[in-house]
């Protein structure tokens, strides 16, 4: 007979004695458990001492938390909370170097666990650390371990970072500047000051004023990616909280420092596998660069402003050579609106009207002056070629410029504040100081040779801009290196190429609907349906490992799940580091069997979700959140790395419980895999030849000889 659910059987460990093993009552109350665990070693005051995990973070165990407790699980009676704060606030002021140092080594250890945290902040403990910090005696380990334990209490957000003083953000900003540091220090320093800028209005002032991007720059330039990481995440915290009229300003600052050809060289083209965390702030970091469009992108032009006509005039003059004006006004005119015609612009009396509406606005008009001036020959080839085709087949430059312009945008998706969580950087838009520019005129030019491809009239002109996003998108999944190369998977991506994936893909999905196919499809699902089926158990059985979101997501924490080969428990644990390979099942502490699980829930129904509902919860990471819910009523939270892992984990648990596997991934491979074997056994069919002269009508059926041709 099963134990009751109440009950959980574990071990208890104490120094230099023998182990307890008792059956705890989740029912009694924590202290009542604790005083019958000190009785049983003859230990006095009960009330001083608590319990924690022996293995993992160790945490305390708190009557919130209790819940957790496995059955076989190793716990470790301790001191109290409440007296290993005073003890270690204590021993940090001492006068002994030796004792300070293993005091704080204890500290940083111990502030990663909220029960320990709040009882040492209670007593005014983050004072203490930011005196010893501005008092600038510390150094070395010793101060390694005092910034690491300031960070993970401040992390905990029970105290506001608007109550640090100045002189400690100058002494922080001044490990930073320092030309040679501790690479611990250094570390820790610029993680404080990230968390300063992105968690306080007010810091992000004062930061700025000690610390400027220049001095940061010199710290990409070092072999350390840790190090690299968190300057970087330093200057997208600065990019991103500066006020609107400086972030032109720091980008200005940006360039004269060369730092976009210093993340080329020293990180994107360094000797070291780029990471996921420098991943995800390559791509903040091309996020906020791409969001200074965004001012351009949503000013309208005004038709009355003499500048902004002065650049249509230019791109006419350019395009048509400077060709002498007519004396009269009339014919000046005449000629102005026919050139305007030629250059494809909607409105051919007053262009300026082309480019009022935004997105993309005034945009669109400073790319095509780019391509004008910068490119030149190609600007004047593309108009010219266009005008002398018959009008019916000529590609309207001006109005592709501004098309184009707006799905770029939608793409880049320019405005738009970056995904936690997502590492899609394109590391050839850090080959170029004009990326944004060079890419349009990469792809204004494929534009161009689509609607020759296509042999497109005026009204095909929305199929030829689906044609183009599709070639530029199927690029990009692509990630070319630079943007040579981004012209050479586009010259394979012609408008043959793309009706081909096109017919392709379509055959995957829909393959044939006559009732014979129909019936055949269904025939196969079953049997396909159990082979996806079998492949996400392997794919549960070989594990995953999963991130733990933080406040500070430098500092990564991994966890890893898996599931039993006879396909029973499920087995997980916390890892100092992700893993490289498969995970052993003694490494995984922690376990829940299969037949406790009630149901998977996903996106914002997952506990994880609601918890943090009064933070910004941005909608990838909801996408890829799952949670399963086990008896009695507990939880095991989990954020996908990306969709494939988030689709196989998904299916895999609800077929663990006998329910539809619905992901998007499954509906495909069904598609796929359906469609394979059609085409396999109608193959098989168109195949078989039959005898010119078939014999009589034998006596068995299977005397009639046919052969399968397999060429």
């Known amino acids: ?408 945008c939608e793409i880049l998706q320019v405005g738009e504040l970056p995904n936690e969580g997502c590492n899609d950087y394109h590391p050839m838009f850090f080959t170029h100081d004009r990326a944004w520019e060079e890419f349009f005129c990469v792809c204004i030019q494929l534009l161009n040779k689509t609607w020759k491809e296509m042999r497109a009239t005026a009204e095909d002109f929305n199929k030829v801009m689906q044609v183009v996003r599709e070639q530029i998108t199927r690029a990009l999944a692509m990630k070319p290196s630079s943007l040579d190369q981004l012209k050479n998977k586009l010259r394979g991506l012609n408008y043959s190429e793309i009706l081909r994936l096109r017919q392709s893909e379509r055959m995957s999905q829909d393959d044939f609907q006559s009732p014979p196919i129909i019936e055949l499809r269904e025939r196969i699902q079953p049997e396909i349906l159990e082979l996806i089926k079998q492949q996400r158990f392997n794919r549960l059985c070989e594990g995953s490992c999963f991130r733990k979101l933080g406040n500070r997501r430098r500092q990564e924490k991994f966890w890893f799940c898996r599931l039993s080969l006879n396909h029973k428990v499920l087995h997980y644990g916390d890892l100092d580091e992700s893993p490289q390979g498969e995970v052993p099942f003694e490494l995984l502490s922690d376990k829940i069997p299969v037949s406790d699980i009630k149901s998977v829930v996903t996106g914002k129904d997952c506990p994880h979700m609601k918890e943090k509902s009064a933070l910004k919860q941005n909608k990838e990471v909801l996408e890829l959140a799952f949670s399963v819910l086990y008896d009695p009523d507990e939880t095991l939270n989990f954020v996908a790395p990306n969709k494939y892992e988030y689709c196989i984990w998904t299916d895999g648990l609800c077929a663990l419980l006998g329910r539809e596997m619905g992901s998007d991934l499954t509906r495909s491979d069904l598609d796929t895999l359906i469609s394979m074997e059609m085409k396999l056994r109608l193959l098989d069919l168109e195949n078989i030849t039959i005898p010119e002269a078939p014999p009589p009508v034998p006596k068995e059926p299977s005397s009639y000889n046919f052969t399968y041709n397999y060429s």
């Open 1 to 408: 007979m099963p134990p009751p659910a109440d009950i959980v059987k574990v071990a208890i460990e104490w120094p230099g004695a023998n182990a307890q093993l008792i059956e705890m009552d989740q029912k009694r109350p924590l202290s009542s458990i604790i005083r019958e665990v000190c009785d049983g070693w003859s230990l006095s005051g009960a009330e001083q001492f608590a319990l924690r995990y022996a293995d993992g973070p160790q945490l305390y165990i708190t009557e919130q938390s209790r819940g957790e407790i496995k059955n076989g699980t190793i716990l470790r009676l301790a001191i109290s909370p409440a007296r290993a704060a005073r003890q270690l606030l204590e021993r940090i002021q001492s006068h002994g170097i030796d004792a300070r140092l293993e005091a704080l080594k204890e500290l940083a250890k111990l502030s990663a666990d909220p029960t320990f945290a709040a009882e040492f902040i209670n007593m005014e403990g983050i004072g203490t650390l930011a005196r010893l910090v501005e008092s600038g005696t510390h150094f070395g380990e010793m101060l390694a371990f005092t910034l690491t334990a300031f960070l993970e209490l401040m992390d905990h957000g029970i105290v506001s970072w608007d109550l640090i003083s100045l002189s400690f953000i100058k002494q922080i900003a001044g490990y930073v500047n320092q030309p040679m540091v501790d690479v611990s220090i250094l570390q820790r320093s610029l993680a404080i000051l990230e968390s300063m800028v992105l968690n306080s209005h007010s810091l992000y002032h004062r930061v700025a004023q000690e610390i400027t991007v220049g001095q940061l720059i010199g710290h990409l330039q070092v072999s350390n990616q840790e190090i690299q990481t968190y300057a970087i995440a330093l200057i997208n915290a600065l990019f991103l909280k500066a006020p609107e009229d400086r972030r032109q300003e720091m980008a200005s600052t940006l360039a004269q420092k060369h730092l976009r050809s210093i993340i080329l060289n020293h990180v994107i083209r360094g000797n070291r596998p780029i990471k996921a965390e420098m991943a995800h702030q390559l791509y903040v970091l091309q996020v906020l660069t791409f969001n200074l469009l965004e001012e351009r992108m949503m000013t309208k032009m005004d038709p009355n402003d003499q500048t902004q006509r002065d650049i249509i005039f230019e791109l006419r003059r350019i395009a048509f050579d400077g060709e002498n004006d007519p004396t009269g006004t009339e014919k000046r005119k005449a000629m102005y609106t026919k050139d305007y015609k030629m250059l494809g612009f909607t409105n051919h009396v007053n262009p300026a009207m082309d480019f009022t509406q935004t997105p993309p606005g005034m945009l669109a008009l400073d790319n095509m002056l780019y391509l004008a001036k910068v490119h030149q020959d190609t600007y004047i080839r593309i108009v010219l070629e266009n005008s002398s085709r018959e009008d019916k087949h000529e590609c309207p430059f001006g109005r592709c410029a501004i098309e184009l312009t707006r799905m770029l």
